[in-house]
């Protein structure tokens, strides 16, 4: 298992070696963000050990890149600040734990231990589905560079078709995707929604991806269709 541990502090990078080599890693150090970047471009890491404090792109942004690129190693973030604004950060931009320095070598142990035990899932910060981009943690959507406005039903609804692109999904798995227990009325709200965000996502752009496969549900295209207005 290959490791690559990211810390501008000298003493300190060579301490997280050490103690990692002991493990029975091969480690790699990176001790700017840039260098992070290309190594774990280059090189097949297992996982990344990341100090969020670097000079140059800090922690944060190495990870979201790497995420941006498609690498879906495990990250854990090493941060000095005890916040919780800085870990919904580190969550948000793809990483799988952090730990607050200082920090015990045996927890940091037990916790890479248990990220490449895990391994690399795809965990896509935003999804992208032909022109439709959607970013579950700012709750944003835009059709190619234009943002659209939505509900949180709205959104929820978008997010399960971005999900399952090209898939026919009944109104039954929307509905229980995403209305609650408590929700008692028909499968007709699905219809509205559906209808609702075509109005906001396909329409204004003159296409169709949204579509109806009869008798069964819905489908998010792929790639949209040019539908000219009625
Ligand atoms: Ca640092």
Request: glycine share 6%; charged share 35%.
């Amino acid at each position: 298992m290959r490791v690559l541990v990211v810390e501008d502090e000298l003493r300190m990078a060579a301490l997280l070696k050490r103690g990692l080599e002991e493990d029975g890693y091969a480690i790699d150090i990176a001790h700017t963000g840039p260098d992070a970047l290309w190594q774990a471009r280059e090189f097949p890491y297992d996982a990344v050990v990341l100090d969020r404090m670097l000079p140059g792109v800090d922690g944060i942004e190495v990870c979201r890149q790497l995420r941006a690129d498609g690498r879906w190693m495990p990250v854990l973030i090493l941060t000095a600040r005890e916040s919780v604004e800085d870990r919904v950060q580190g969550l948000d931009a793809g990483a799988d734990d952090y730990l607050t320095k200082p920090f015990s070598f045996a927890e940091l142990s037990a916790r890479v231990r248990a990220l490449i035990r895990r391994g690399a899932g795809e965990r896509p910060s935003e999804l992208v589905v032909g022109g439709l981009r959607l970013d579950p943690a700012t709750r944003r959507v835009w059709r190619r560079e234009v943002e659209v406005e939505l509900s949180a039903k709205e959104f929820s609804v978008l997010e399960l078709f971005l999900r399952h692109p090209d898939e026919v999904l009944t109104r039954t798995r929307i509905l229980e995707h995403v209305w609650d227990f408590a929700y008692d009325g028909g499968s007709n709200i699905v219809d509205q929604y559906v209808l609702y965000l075509r109005r906001k996502v396909d329409r204004p752009f003159e296409l169709r991806q949204l579509e109806t496969v009869r008798g069964v549900g819905y489908r998010l295209r792929a790639e949209p269709v040019r539908e000219l207005p009625e």
